[in-house]
């Protein structure tokens, strides 16, 4: 029932080009959509990607998902000082008939 | 604007019982279906219960099954999480979340969450 996130931190400059990665299985990832979201330290959570690659309105281009296998990942071009933040996967698994969140990704803007 | 506010949070002891409020507004809350997520202190998101929209379905995790109960007042616009036999180990930031109707169980709108503490 685990998804597992990696790297568990990663930084980059302004501008640069980051990806961070989730890993699961047949009964999560391997069969269910991937939702990804992203957290402000001290505030809530807030939906990033959803349906593997479909970004709610207002999530700039700059934020791209994919999904292939058990594996999903998450990009970000063109970082900028707002995306430090930490971010979580998610999917739904089918043996809990709940959601799975990944252990996070703490990006750090340089 | 749509909202939801998490209310009922703060300190118990262990072996107690703790009764959290979620209210929406700003949307149909009838026609969504309502997680609980928690967050333990430095710790990641862990979701907790889910209800549908007409409460014929609920699930909950493996750790708070059978000591949580999670219910729903659509007159009222109201999510509520009954929590019982609390543990050290449920000390957290308790979300109500919404999920998208065709987002395949993604959930789109948060609040801020209420905090609640399991100490002796």
């Known amino acids: 029932q685990s998804v597992v996130a990696h790297p568990p931190s990663v930084s980059g400059t302004p501008g640069q080009s980051i990806t961070m990665s989730c890993s699961g299985s047949?009964?999560?990832?391997?069969?269910?959509?991937v939702n990804w979201y992203q957290q402000i330290p001290g505030t809530a959570p807030k939906l990033l990607m959803y349906?593997?690659?479909r970004r709610p309105s207002g999530v700039p281009a700059r934020f791209s998902g994919s999904r292939s296998g058990t594996s999903a990942s998450l990009a970000i071009s063109g970082l900028q000082s707002e995306d430090e933040a930490d971010y979580y996967c998610?999917?739904?698994?089918?043996?809990?008939?709940?959601?799975?969140f990944g252990g996070g990704t703490k990006v750090t803007v340089l | 604007e749509v909202r939801l506010v998490e209310s009922g949070g703060g300190l118990v002891k262990p072996g107690g019982s703790l009764r959290l409020s979620c209210a929406a507004s700003?949307?149909?809350?009838?026609?969504?279906?309502l997680n609980w997520v928690r967050q333990a202190p430095g710790k990641g998101l862990q979701w907790v219960s889910s209800?549908?929209?007409?409460?014929?379905?609920?699930y909950y995790g493996d750790s708070v099954r059978g000591r949580f109960t999670t219910s729903r007042d659509n007159a009222r616009n109201s999510l509520y999480l009954q929590m019982n036999s609390l543990r050290a180990d449920d000390t957290a930031v308790y979300y109500c979340?919404?999920?998208?109707?065709?987002?395949?169980?993604?959930?789109?709108?948060w609040g801020r969450g209420t905090m609640v503490t399991v100490s002796s």
């Open positions: 979340a919404r999920r998208m109707i065709y987002g395949n169980n993604a959930f789109d709108i």
């Open positions: 700003g949307f149909t809350f009838s026609d969504f279906g």
């Open positions: 209800i549908t929209s007409t409460s014929n379905y609920i």
């Open positions: 047949s009964s999560n990832i391997g069969s269910n959509a």
């Open positions: 349906n593997d690659n």
């Open positions: 998610a999917a739904w698994d089918d043996s809990l008939k709940g959601p799975v």
